[in-house]
Structure formats: structure tokens, C-alpha cells
């Protein structure tokens, strides 16, 4: 058994932070059951040249440089979505999706609309992106405009992953507003919702901004965060009549501190809902010879759980994380607008 094999076989979905063909069919092959979209992703497979030809038939067809990326994004969501559609059949829609992200600009920090214009425009493209799909998530952040939007997004019929969430606030208003939009719908049998933590940024925020943290507890915080909104989820969906799943997405699970293990956070949440995993962890993952088993619901002693609720500001971590965060949700879309317009002449 493989690495990535016995993550799988402890209880763990493998999803692919990439709709990378080339990626999308390796992790496939070693047990991954779904993907996930940005526009870093797709500007890095621009880059190599692979989508020139379907860049230039889009030139040819007169459509500006972002409405071509984002049917470039459509191309690379469908083609992971048909490598996946044979596990969404067979789990009947529990797994087996693809997560194309909305419109990241909406959330520039140069875009002055209010909230419930964002929130109706949330709506707006949620419908248009995820229209004729059957395993095709649409990524929503946990912002006011993007949490504003979910439960009419929900009611609708659209299968959500909500994105850029750090803190239990944010997790619990996009959960609260996507059940409300649930229970408004004819059927429910088809209900499915993931909630996409962000793991590794607190922890290189709190080794930046909490330095008084014990080398115990330093590096335990975003493991922390993410597994207590794990349990509060296991809680709240444990007496919903539902027919599929309601998962945590444990997101951002590459290391970004020299020295970690690069299976640090793989390994603490292996056994329960879903992982979505760059390409570069889930081939060092398979190259560790590491055998994984369930310690999603294991958390470290008490005393470091007291220092890190004692120390670390839960509200001003959220703060910070999202002000930076929106920065690195809207500037790529920027830069794969950008790299389009100068690849216009030498695909024509």
C-alpha cells in the first residue's frame, strides 16, 4: 500500500489543489477523488503553452482578455470534471467534484460595491458557472458579500465549497446561511456543502505576529483551529435527515516552514472528510514511504490548548489572515488577465 493509498484507506478524501491535466491524472491514479480550481493555477498551465490553441480560437472569437480566462478556467474545470464524474457516479454525489472558484475580483479591495451587490452578483455567477454541471462546486469566500449570497446560491440548487475561511465566525455564518438555503429546496436528497479551512497561513502568522508561543504550541495553531471546527461541524450536521455528507475541506495543507515534515498536515488530519493537497505534497507525500492512520480527532495536551486559547487573538488572527488573504484571492486573477493580453500575439 502506498502512502497516498493508506491516507485513503484511513478514512481521508483525496482531493488535487490543481486542475493540472497532467497533475489531475497522476493524483487520480494514486487515489485522489476530486479537484480544485484558482486562477493561479490556471495561469501557471497558461504559462507552459499547453492551452495556446484554445487561447487563440477565444482571441478569434473577439472576447476580451477576462472573459477569456475564465472560459479557459471552464475548459480546465470540465476536463478534471470528466476525469472525476466516474467517482460522483458511484458515490451518488458524495464525492468525486470539481471546484471552479467565482469571480475573485469581486473581491479587490479597489471594488467599492456593497455588500449586497456583491452578494446579488455572487448569486448571479453561481447560477451561470455551475448551470448543465452534476459535479461541479462552486467556490464562494467567507467574506460579507460571498456569505451574504449563500443561501440563495444554496436554495438554487448549487453545490458549495466555501473558501478563505479561518475562524469558527466565518465557518459558522456561511453554515448557517447554505442550511437555511437547503431547507428551502423541494429535496434535500441531493444537499451536499464543504467548508475549505485554511491550515498552514495561521501558522505563519502566529510564528510572525504571536512569537511568545511555546515551541509546544507554536505550529499547532492552525491544526488546532481546523479540527475544532471539524468536531463543531460533525455536531451540527450529526441529526440532519441528509443523504450526503457535509465536510470539512482541510485546505492549505503544504508546509511553508523550512524543517516541517512535509506530511505535517497531512498526517494530523488523516482519517475523516477531505484533504485537498498540492501536487508537490501529494508527490512528496508518496515518495515519504509514510503509512497514515486516523488522528483527525487527536488533539495535543491541554496545556498547550490553554496557551494557544490564551495567547493567540482569534478575532485579530481572522483580521489579519483575511486582509492578506483577499490580496492573494484577487491579485491573480489580475496577473491571468494580464498574461492573457500578452499572449494575444503570439497565439494569433
Not at 503509512?291 to 483580521?319: C, G, S, Y
Amino acid at each position: 500500500m502506498t502512502p497516498l493509498q493508506s491516507l485513503v484507506a484511513c478514512g481521508t478524501k483525496l482531493w488535487l489543489d490543481s486542475v493540472d491535466p497532467d497533475h489531475v491524472r497522476q493524483s487520480f491514479e494514486w487515489g485522489a477523488t476530486g479537484a480544485t480550481s484558482n486562477p493561479i493555477i490556471v495561469a501557471d498551465i497558461v504559462k507552459t503553452g499547453r492551452l495556446d490553441s484554445e487561447l487563440a480560437a477565444l482571441v478569434r472569437e473577439g472576447l476580451d482578455d477576462e472573459a477569456v480566462s475564465w472560459r479557459l478556467t471552464d475548459t480546465l474545470v470540465r476536463r478534471a470534471q470528466a476525469v472525476f464524474e466516474p467517482v460522483w457516479e458511484r458515490t451518488r454525489g458524495d464525492d468525486g467534484w470539481a471546484s471552479f472558484e467565482l469571480d475573485p475580483l469581486l473581491e479587490d479591495t479597489a471594488n467599492t460595491m456593497p455588500v449586497d451587490k456583491k452578494a446579488a452578483r455572487y448569486v448571479e455567477l453561481a447560477k451561470q458557472w455551475s448551470h448543465g454541471h452534476k459535479n461541479r462546486m462552486i467556490k464562494i469566500p467567507a467574506t460579507p458579500g460571498g456569505i451574504a449570497a449563500m443561501e440563495e446560491v444554496a436554495a438554487a440548487g448549487v453545490t458549495i465549497n466555501v473558501t478563505l475561511i479561518f475562524s469558527e465566525r466565518q465557518y459558522v455564518a456561511a453554515r448557517d446561511a447554505i442550511w437555511l438555503g437547503a431547507k428551502r429546496r423541494m429535496t434535500r436528497d441531493t444537499f451536499k456543502s464543504v467548508y475549505s479551512i485554511f491550515v498552514s497561513r495561521l501558522d505563519v502568522y502566529t510564528e510572525r505576529d504571536v512569537p511568545e508561543l511555546s515551541p509546544a504550541a507554536q505550529g499547532q495553531v492552525g491544526i488546532v483551529n481546523a479540527k475544532h471546527l471539524w468536531q463543531l461541524n460533525q455536531q451540527f450536521w450529526a441529526d440532519k435527515p441528509l443523504k450526503l455528507k457535509q465536510e470539512i475541506v482541510f485546505a492549505s495543507t503544504g508546509v511553508k516552514k523550512a524543517g516541517d515534515p512535509v506530511w505535517k498536515y497531512v498526517e494530523a488530519f488523516a482519517g475523516s472528510d477531505i484533504e485537498t493537497n498540492p501536487p508537490k505534497t501529494n508527490a512528496d507525500i508518496q515518495a515519504s514511504g509514510r503509512t497514515f492512520a486516523r488522528r483527525v480527532d487527536q488533539l495535543p495536551p491541554k496545556e498547550v490548548l490553554d496557551e494557544i486559547h490564551r495567547k493567540v487573538d482569534i478575532n485579530r488572527l481572522e483580521d489579519v489572515l483575511m486582509r492578506e488573504g483577499l490580496a492573494k484571492f484577487a491579485d491573480p486573477q489580475k496577473a491571468l488577465i494580464k498574461l492573457i493580453a500578452s499572449k494575444r500575439g503570439t497565439v494569433r
